[in-house]
């Protein structure tokens, strides 16, 4: 995996959704990894000091790298204390704290929190490339939008996606942009009426509020599998670094995880992820669970 360097030091990468569950902290360490293996120095914040998945996958990952003896990629990593301080202190604090690290740093990835604050807020505002998972069903959609339950036709932006459009009219306003891609995770592997009907109302809903969307991850066990390992789809695939024999369901993954990181136009080659199957024998039966 090769990258040029970002003309802009310290581009910000956001993943956000003010509703738990969608995959965010998965999602913001694949992306940091891939930086990585890709020679960018990456720093990772978690705003989430209550859940802390993200602190908590980071800190994994660096146990499980002693526990086998192995050097696994892993970013500098900040989870800001949300009880200290007043809002506007904590805002001052972390706006010093992303300042201090862009200055080593090339690339920030921020998860933010399921629900909405300030420290969440700006973070948003800051985004260069704003990434939102968001489970394949419409119980997730209405953080986005609210559809007719008759035709499924798209009525209203909901709360987040209105908070989205005024930080990126501030954005405008100041010259800048922030690329919102809109990620569809935890997609049924085979074709459902569901699965169509989301498709059509954010392909509606991308049209009016101006983001990208694409396809993300298949609800597949071995992304939940990776966290207590602090592991990715990227990380070599040997029975030594996985703590098990590798499976086409790992090829699978680091396929899905390839396409959405070219899909983000950070300048990544995903050609190496996509081109290395697993070490080591299949089981016969994974090449059916893939």
């Known amino acids: 995996m090769s990258m040029e360097k970002s003309a802009r030091p310290g581009r910000m990468i956001v993943v956000g959704n ?52 192995r050097e696994l990629d892993v970013p500098q ?20 704290a992303i300042d201090a690290l862009t200055e080593h740093h090339g690339f920030i990835v921020i998860d933010t929190p399921g629900h909405d604050g300030a420290l969440s807020r ?57 690329d919102w891609v809109v990620m569809r995770n935890r997609l049924s592997m085979i074709g459902t009426r569901n699965k169509r009907l989301v498709g059509g109302a954010l392909q509606e809903l991308s049209q009016r509020l101006e983001f990208r969307m694409v396809e993300g991850f298949a609800e597949r066990m071995i992304f939940r599998e990776f966290y207590p390992r602090g592991l990715t789809a990227l990380d070599d695939f040997n029975e030594v670094t996985l703590g098990t024999r590798p499976t086409m369901s790992h090829a699978t993954a680091r396929q899905e995880v390839a396409s959405l990181l070219n899909s983000l136009n950070l300048g990544m080659l995903a050609s190496k992820a996509e081109a290395s199957p697993p070490d080591g024998d299949v089981n016969e039966r994974d090449r059916h669970a893939a």
């Open 77 to 96: 990593h900040l989870c800001p204390d949300a009880a200290v301080g007043s809002e506007s202190e904590r805002c001052t604090a972390l706006a010093d």
């Open 18 to 69: 003010e509703k738990g569950g969608s995959g965010k902290s998965t999602v913001a360490m694949h992306v940091a990894v891939a930086l990585m293996k890709a020679g960018q120095t990456v720093a990772t914040i978690d705003l989430d000091s209550r859940q802390r998945s993200l602190t908590h996958y980071v800190d994994n990952r660096r146990a499980w790298a002693h526990r086998i003896g």
């Open 122 to 178: 700006l973070a948003h505002s800051m985004a260069d490339t704003l990434i939102t998972p968001l489970n394949d069903s419409f119980l997730d959609f209405d953080v986005l939008g609210t559809v007719d339950p008759e035709t499924f036709a798209v009525s209203d932006p909901s709360h987040y996606a209105q908070m989205v459009q005024e930080v990126r009219r501030q954005r405008s306003l100041e010259g800048g942009s922030i």
